[in-house]
């Protein structure tokens, strides 16, 4: 039984631009939770530091930081759904669709993912 291709509700452009807003929300707040400002530098040779409010350097850094853990998140995650994918009954084709890339590209970067398909006996051939 073959399945219906799926057809996107939204243009490439619609997409792409929920996809930039989500991750960009998504760094901004894991940023916040797994990066934290350095408390200020105390002692007797220390004189108490002006509070110089936000830093946007060190914000714009931790969502750069953050940003490359997403990176490596998402590439693992799209290994799981290519097996998942072909665990369900995806080839090559189907994969490099998904990917937006061909079916030559998909097998480069995932070789031996899909197996062979089974090789057929050879059929004779009738005189001519």
């Not at 631009?17 to 007797?44: E, I, K, N, S």
């Not at 930081?65 to 995806?90: K, P, S």
């Amino acid at each position: 039984m073959s399945r219906a291709r799926r057809v996107p509700r939204m243009s490439e452009e619609q997409i792409a631009a929920l996809a930039d807003a989500a991750l960009a929300d998504l760094a901004a707040r894991l940023a916040q939770r797994a990066f934290r400002p350095l408390p200020p530098a105390t002692g007797p040779d220390v004189p108490p530091a002006p509070d110089e409010g936000p830093d946007p350097q060190g914000d714009a850094l931790a969502r750069l930081h953050t940003l490359v853990h997403l990176r490596r998140a998402a590439e693992r995650l799209t290994d799981q759904v290519a097996r998942d994918a072909v665990e369900a009954g995806a080839g090559y084709p189907q994969l490099g669709e998904a990917l937006e890339m061909s079916r030559q590209g998909a097998r480069k970067r995932w070789p031996g993912l899909v197996p062979a398909a089974p090789s057929r006996p050879p059929t004779e051939r009738s005189p001519r």
